[in-house]
């Protein structure tokens, strides 16, 4: 599974990071950082539930990615 | 709507009649002044109508606003800050005066370049640097009230003295004219034209003051860092440092404490929820976010920059949009059963904060306030009720709020 980011919706709620920190992280201003993120099989379920937390409909989930 | 209330507040000529509707946010039935009243309730009835209309009256000088009611709309809005602008000038305007409070009322690009000066300062990783301090101040609050009886007024007890303790110490500043901030707060906001404007004077001269002072004698606080900072390669003018502190000031203090009374009203009226949460402590995060979900606080206004057909609503150059908080966190297109509160709610993509570049530049803090002041709260005082014999006051508005909170655990 793979987290699609659209860095330029992102307005730093970090709804995303509240979930799983070890999965999405912020840069120094606190908005995700930019580029994709692969997502390890143990970690999906925190990983879409984190995607779907945030408000500004910034993080895609693509499920055929595989990691 | 009666003709009276037309004349009072002519329809500009564009607004289809059927697209006027007799709502207001300062008006409407539960929006004055109500004892035991349920604001956040009493606007549910737009969902209802249509998805957008018109109020005549829906500001504090009474102007008329479209209404977005949908969520979903009040994204596309939100965030398309081109077409829908914040430059209002709101507190300048409380004084005839005309310059931005920052970065509320600039639009981008303008706006991102203050934001990314402010952001690394209200980050959630800076924000736990700052728990330990609220956390002590809140155990401080709590347990003077605890010693000194078995109720108290939560409002002035806590929740203000709370919210403005942790806004001074940001900045640096003693505790010792925490009263005198509270009352200019409640000035600005609540009073009417004359002492607004008195608040709003002493605001700004305390700020400016406060700036010139660390200009001087520079200490490591918040307005040190501003007066020191600086955007596209050059400081920062007096204008824009008191466009920022002033912001600080009342964006902090009224929403928190609102926050936190509308919060323990309704553990307090919901005893089943304070059980709950008194068992499950670690159940009052994801309970604070449905909390800020049912008791949002903040109507957003913006400024059609140009002509625009949204879904078939003509917006004029120049109107005003309402994006209620409280109306689309009730939105039943985005929430499943919107007007049942249910602490245990996961998917949560409320709107308190606000979206778009104009998220709320506290939220992460504001955040760690409301939950440490709930877990305090119930980890030291027992099982909480509305004193026998007195009623919460509330009112709708600009920012929905509650005057008094008499909890008591007799
Ligand atoms: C529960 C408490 C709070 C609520 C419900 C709240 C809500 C909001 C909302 C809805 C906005 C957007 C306004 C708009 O776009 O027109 C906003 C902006 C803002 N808030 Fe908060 N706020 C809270 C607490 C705080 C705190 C504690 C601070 C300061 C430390 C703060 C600082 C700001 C600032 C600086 C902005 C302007 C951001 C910008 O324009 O980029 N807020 N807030
Ligand atoms: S939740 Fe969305 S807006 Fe917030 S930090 Fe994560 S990606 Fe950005």
Redesign the interface.
Known sequence: MRVIVNKAKCQGHARCWAQAPEIFTLDDEGYIEPGDIKVAKRDELKAARGARSCPERALAIDRAATS | MTKNQLRSNPVPDHVPPEMVRNFSLFTSPGMLPTANGDPHAAVTCVHAGPPIFYAPNNTRDGRGTWVITRASDQ?KVL?DTETFSSHRSIFASALGENWPMIPLELDPPAHGIF??LL??L?????VRALEPAVRERAIALIDTIAASGTNCDVMKDFAYPFAVNIFLRFLGLPDDRLAIFVGWGKDLLHGDAVKRKAAAQRIVAFIDDLAALRRKAPVDDFMTFVVQAQVAGRPLTNEEVRGIGVLLFVAGLDTVAAAIGFDLAHLSRNPKDQEWLRSKPNRIVVAAEELLRAYPTVQMIRVATRDIDFDGVPIRKGDYISCATMIANRDPAEFECPNTIDLAR??????A?A???H?CLG??LARREIVIGLEEWLARIPALRIKEGTAPITHGGHAFGIDNLILDWS
């Not at chain 2, 209200?122 to 800076?126: A, I, V």
């Not at chain 2, 996961?346 to 709107?351: F, I, K, V, W």
Request: proline residues 12%.
């Open positions: 994204r965030q934001r990314s952001n690394p209200f980050t959630p990783q800076r996961e998917e949560n993509r409320h709107t904060f979206h778009g570049p998220r939220s992460h």
